[in-house]
């Protein structure tokens, strides 16, 4: 068995980590182009993933600049925001979240959810999902737009693990608010023993600049691109990358094994 560090407490992602909200994103957002004769392809998908929403959705835009006129950023939020509010409760736990976030819960591991969703968005996600999963949380959630985060400190900085490590689990990670930090020997022990669970590439590259462990869980579609791009030797490497969290070990990483 690989050798890894002794984790003390987890922060988890939400979008495409926890749930299958990327779905709904997906789908909503290949509604509204259809009708213009376009199609969000996984290429561009990639460099939307972990971002703020204005930031992604002007990435978006910026690969069709042929659009009316009337499809602003503004006007294209609008209409998005609109049905993805008639889908988020739909959305459910992906395989092995359950399972894994109920067992840390049981077992008293520090948890908290380290999200660039808004906080509306993440209210609706997760309401119908109180029981089984959020309600683990215990509300240790840090959403985009919490007024937490530094203006354009989203992924890939590393500034919401470390506000999130700090201000919901109560880690001297050693972050200052204008996301400048001088760190400590000390606080770069605390941060080792973080391990932070990711889909998106820059959430993975966020939690490497945090100096915590990343637990890299991301889709078949992202993976391929990521191998055959030619700067793929080039960005920061998780610790573990999975196909799914139900092949994760707790034991592995000195966290209380699972009941047999």
């Not at 972050?175 to 998106?200: C, H, M, N, S, W």
């Not at 490497?237 to 047999?260: A, V």
Request: proline letters at 7%.
């Amino acid at each position: 068995m690989t050798s890894r560090p002794r984790i003390e407490y987890v922060l988890f992602d939400m979008d495409g980590l926890l749930i299958d909200s990327e779905r709904v994103y997906t789908d909503v957002t290949n509604n509204i182009l259809a009708r213009f004769g376009k199609e969000m392809t996984w290429d561009i998908k990639a460099g939307l993933m972990g971002k703020p929403e204005r930031d992604a959705a002007a990435h978006l835009l910026s690969f069709f600049p042929d659009l009316p006129p009337e499809v602003t950023l503004d006007t294209y939020l609008d209409e998005r925001r609109v049905q993805q509010d008639a889908l988020w409760s739909t959305v459910r736990p992906l395989p092995g979240v359950v399972k894994l976030v109920q067992h840390l819960y049981k077992h008293k591991v520090p948890i908290a959810v380290a999200t660039g969703s808004q906080r509306r968005n993440y209210e609706q996600k997760s309401a119908h999902l109180m029981d089984e999963l959020f309600g683990c949380f215990e509300g240790k959630v840090v959403c985009a737009d919490d007024g937490l985060i530094a203006k354009g400190r989203g992924k890939p900085c590393p500034d919401v693990f470390l506000v999130t490590a700090k201000e919901c689990l109560g880690r001297d990670v050693g972050y200052k608010e204008d996301g400048v930090a001088g760190v400590t020997p000390e606080q770069v022990e605390e941060r080792k023993k973080g391990l932070i669970f990711e889909d998106a590439l820059p959430g993975m590259q966020a939690g490497k600049r945090a100096g915590m462990n990343v637990v890299w869980v991301p889709d078949a579609n992202l993976v391929a691109l990521t191998e055959s791009s030619t700067t793929s030797s080039t960005i920061e490497q998780p610790e573990q990358t999975l196909r799914s969290l139900e092949e994760f070990d707790p034991e592995e990483w000195g966290l209380p094994p699972y009941d047999s």
